[in-house]
């Protein structure tokens, strides 16, 4: 098993199909070497724009190259990014252009920068504009799956990275299939949707669930926030009768809200929603912020447990 943040998982995917797609181009707001497009500079440096910190003008020229026929990444910290929205709504958003926005360095598992880098309410921005979608990939097979799809797939998205190593969770060959759930494990007592580096972290608090409690926990990865998998999670609803989102995100608005939504729809099964609980993060390390808000294993474990009491 190995552990890469998907912020190089992914750039490191993007350079190598660089040569693939002549209609790539990447921007970056002077955030490159975090960021990891400059991998994508060195292997097309024709191809790539610095623009300096900047964010607003980075989107809109990302946004007339795309009406120009590219399909233009734009790369910056996801705080950074996602607060230019006024100006992601009307230069992508309202004209349809094929801008993949990056937002690296996401939720409190940034660590030690504290809350000024952390973005949390980004999930929730993002999806409130029609035409974007919104993916958070678990691991470093998953981060080039969904790479590839982006390539080919026109239209606006935005893409939630991680600074942080996250372990990979899927075999070689695994394909994305946009707009669905990930089931990564069965289970009959209840489910854990996850996103993004807490996916890993469900799997590590099933295992401990079964062991301690002898619960059959199943886990679910929600790689595609927007559009969400409505007939995915009606099918969970009905086999299982609870479900926990987990994300590092805030936990209005995020992933269990999108799930949420479709459940006051189709009803079923019971629901929590788990991630940072309305709060500004701060600084530490990331393993120190995951256990403080309980989006480690044992915190995790504990919330479906309490959970099912109630």
């Given at each position: 098993m190995t552990n890469a943040p998907t912020r190089q998982s992914f750039s490191?995917?993007?350079?190598?199909?660089?040569?693939?797609?002549?209609?790539?181009?990447?921007?970056?707001?002077?955030?490159?070497?975090?960021?990891k497009s400059e991998l994508f500079r060195k292997v097309c440096p024709d191809r790539f724009f610095q623009m300096g910190i900047c964010e607003q003008n980075m989107i809109g020229a990302a946004a007339g190259l795309a009406m120009s026929g590219k399909t233009a990444f734009c790369f910056s910290f996801a705080c950074f990014v996602a607060g230019r929205f006024e100006t992601i709504k009307i230069s992508v958003a309202y004209g349809g252009a094929n801008v993949k926005i990056i937002g690296?360095?996401?939720?409190?598992?940034?660590?030690?920068?504290?809350?000024?880098?952390?973005?949390?309410?980004?999930?929730?921005?993002?999806?409130?504009?029609?035409?974007?979608?919104?993916?958070?990939?678990?691991?470093d097979i998953e981060a080039a799956a969904l790479c590839e799809h982006l390539c080919r797939t026109p239209g606006p998205a935005y893409v939630r990275l991680t600074r942080q190593n996250v372990p990979t969770i899927h075999a070689d060959g695994y394909v994305f299939r946009d707009g669905e759930l990930d089931e990564l494990r069965s289970g009959t007592d209840l489910a854990l949707f996850g996103t993004g580096a807490t996916s890993a972290e469900c799997l590590k608090a099933a295992d401990r669930l079964g062991?301690?409690?002898?619960?059959?926990?199943?886990?679910?990865?929600?790689?595609?926030?927007?559009?969400?998998?409505?007939?995915?999670?009606?099918?969970?609803?009905?086999?299982?009768?609870?479900?926990?989102?987990?994300?590092?995100?805030?936990?209005?608005?995020?992933?269990?809200s999108a799930v949420a939504e479709v459940l006051a729809e189709v009803g079923g099964a019971r629901l929590l929603r788990h991630g940072v609980h309305d709060a500004f993060g701060e600084s530490g390390s990331a393993a120190e912020l995951y256990r403080k808000h309980r989006l480690d294993a044992d915190g995790i474990a504990e919330v479906a447990v309490a959970a099912r009491t109630r």
């Open positions: 490191a995917a993007l350079a190598e199909r660089g040569p693939q797609y002549p209609e790539v181009v990447v921007l970056d707001a002077d955030l490159s070497k975090s960021t690296t360095h996401a939720g409190v598992g940034v660590g030690a920068d504290g809350y000024s880098q952390m973005s949390l309410e980004d999930i929730a921005l993002m999806r409130s504009l029609p035409a974007m979608r919104v993916y958070q990939p678990a691991d062991d301690s409690q002898g619960l059959s926990v199943a886990v679910v990865n929600v790689p595609s926030i927007k559009p969400i998998d409505v007939d995915g999670i009606a099918s969970w609803a009905k086999r299982v009768p609870l479900i926990v989102t987990v994300e590092d995100h805030n936990v209005l608005a995020g992933m269990g």
